[in-house]
């Protein structure tokens, strides 16, 4: 990416400006020392110039050291030489000595670092040096230095002085092109990459005027012809205020999110997300929104034709399970008359007949009843007859109803009732509909010789109902599906013994009651099923005790 090739360029020119200025300090040292040996060679150096020349040396010496350790190790650099350079200076006679010159050392120090910002520090500790210097030959005795030492070193610190400051300047101002170069590279591709990325980006003003604008042009919307325009008038009328809420929402949250037609094209679509910059402006981002809005309508439409559907398959089965209802409703009556010999006596085969179609209705009825109302469920037609009533007068009744067929099945069914009324506030006919449904559950699962115990109890405003079973258990496999319409665990006998709408009304009732249904079984251990509801008008004081069974 175009800012992380300027960043490593950047560190690059960064390492290569603290190599240039160890060499520079280096050779700096390397003139200083040479003026030295030679100067002692020729027996010219006194005390005062050795000392001198010792403390500029040192300062460059610094200089190497301190050039690799970043910006405070520039900035001692550049001190030291301040420091350096009055000391030196002042040895030798002061601003009218022959290491004037080296006033300037600071100044050349700095740009040998190649770093614009430290020119004015280098300059104020060149000026400030001076002055110094200056004011000590004006009011202290300073040492004079005469004969040829004083030319000698008066000549070295003028092109040491000079050669040095040449190349520093020089070093600096091919950094700074190198530097600008860069910037321009790295701009050239930044705005390359706006230019030609999907989106509309465009940085707008706190009352949505367009600054600058790049991408590609977006349904009649070309970014560079727009700009010092209110963003606004880009966008069809009846979305503008929307705009100008987001444009608001933007500034005071941070960020916002819209869907827009623009003005040049009303068929259009487009997203705008906008982001909240420092400045008082405002990022934002235009994207073409047509194919994810014409994918969403396809959902939607999808949606509606599978509800519609939906509706219709239970409208119908509606419909024709009340048409079913009232022939079956004759074949189990006449059924039962013929069973019962009212009329006279029958042959036993025919009573037999009688009693199976009389049991096939039943059945049939049972099933039909079940459909009819998981079907107004669905449609969103079903409707609770709420009253309140002794929760456990309901599961009394079903128990009662329900020993005949768990005797039959050679299975023990228990009541666990509390003792205290558990005055509910419900359908009655649901609460009957979803114990009947869970005791008929239980019995086809049990084998015989096992148990099945219903317990009713309160748990604050919370109905507990819990059906209980020692039969064979569920499969895991098998709990992920019971629940819906038309799911059925067990063998083939078990599945043909029911319809698969059993559980799913009890979740449905329960639901509708606004409470849950939970199961909880292994294979070989039995199953619990358990629904709660919060319809009990008042909290229940006594704990749930065994009673004798319904």
């Not at 490593?8 to 520079?24: M, V």
């Not at 705005?191 to 940085?203: I, N, S």
Request: proline share 5%; hydrophobic share 50%.
């Amino acid at each position: 990416m175009p800012h992380v090739r300027y960043r490593a360029a950047t560190r690059r020119r960064r390492r290569r400006g603290a190599g240039f200025a160890r060499a520079w300090h280096a050779l700096f040292a390397l003139a200083v020392a040479g003026l030295g040996a030679a100067l002692a060679a020729l027996g010219l150096l006194a005390a005062a110039e050795t000392a001198a020349l010792a403390a500029v040396f040192a300062a460059a010496v610094f200089g190497v050291l301190l050039a690799g350790l970043g910006a405070p190790g520039r900035v001692i650099a550049i001190i030291v030489w301040a420091v350096a350079a009055t000391f030196a200076v002042q040895l030798t006679g002061g601003a009218g000595g022959p290491l004037a010159a080296w006033c300037l050392t600071p100044l050349a120090a700095a740009a040998a670092f190649r770093r614009a910002e430290l020119l004015a520090l280098g300059a104020a500790a060149a000026v400030g040096v001076a002055g110094v210097c200056a004011l000590g030959g004006a009011l202290l005795p300073l040492p004079g230095l005469a004969g040829p030492a004083a030319g000698w070193l008066s000549l070295a610190a003028s092109v040491t002085t000079v050669l040095g400051l040449a190349a520093a300047l020089i070093g600096l101002q091919v950094a700074a092109a190198h530097d600008a170069r860069a910037r321009d590279e790295t701009e050239l591709e930044l705005r390359e990459a706006l230019d030609h990325q999907p989106q509309q980006v465009l940085a707008l003003d706190a009352h949505g005027r367009i600054l600058t604008a790049f991408g590609p042009d977006l349904m009649g919307l070309r970014p560079y012809r727009r700009r010092d325009q209110p963003f606004g008038d880009l966008v069809a009328l009846e979305h503008r205020l929307a705009v100008d809420d987001a444009l608001q929402t933007a500034a005071r949250e941070g960020s916002a999110e819209l869907f827009l037609a623009p003005a040049s094209d009303p068929a259009g679509w487009l997203e705008l997300s906008l982001k909240r910059l420092t400045g008082n402006r405002l990022a934002a981002a235009l994207r073409d929104a047509r194919p994810q809005r014409a994918r969403e309508l396809e959902l939607e439409q999808a949606r509606a034709s599978a509800e519609q559907q939906n509706a219709g398959k239970s409208r119908f089965l509606a419909n024709m399970s009340h048409e079913l209802r009232t022939p079956l409703n004759a074949i189990m009556g006449f059924s039962d008359i013929m069973r019962q010999r009212l009329f006279g006596p029958m042959a036993d085969r025919y009573t037999e007949y009688a009693e199976l179609i009389h049991e096939s209705g039943s059945h049939l009825l049972e099933l039909i009843n079940d459909v009819l109302d998981m079907s107004k469920i669905e449609a969103e037609r079903f409707e609770l007859a709420r009253e309140e009533f002794d929760v456990r007068d309901a599961v009394g009744a079903v128990l009662r109803l329900m020993r005949g067929q768990a005797e039959r099945a050679g299975v023990t069914l228990r009541g666990v009732l509390p003792t205290e009324p558990l005055e509910a506030d419900a359908d009655r006919r649901a609460i009957k509909q979803i114990t009947l449904n869970l005791v008929s559950n239980a019995l086809k699962f049990t084998p015989r010789g096992g148990t099945v115990t219903v317990t009713a109890q309160a748990d604050g405003d919370v109905l507990e109902l819990v059906v209980t079973d020692s039969g064979v258990g569920i499969a895991p496999d098998d709990l992920e599906r019971l629940g819906r319409p038309f799911e059925q665990a067990g063998d083939a006998q078990q599945r043909a013994a029911g319809s698969g709408l059993g559980l799913s009304l009890v979740r449905a009732f329960a639901a509708l009651h606004g409470g849950d249904m939970t199961i909880d079984s292994r294979v070989g251990d039995g199953t619990t099923v358990t629904v709660r509801m919060p319809v009990l008008a008042l909290p229940a004081i006594e704990a749930p005790a065994p009673a004798a069974e319904a």
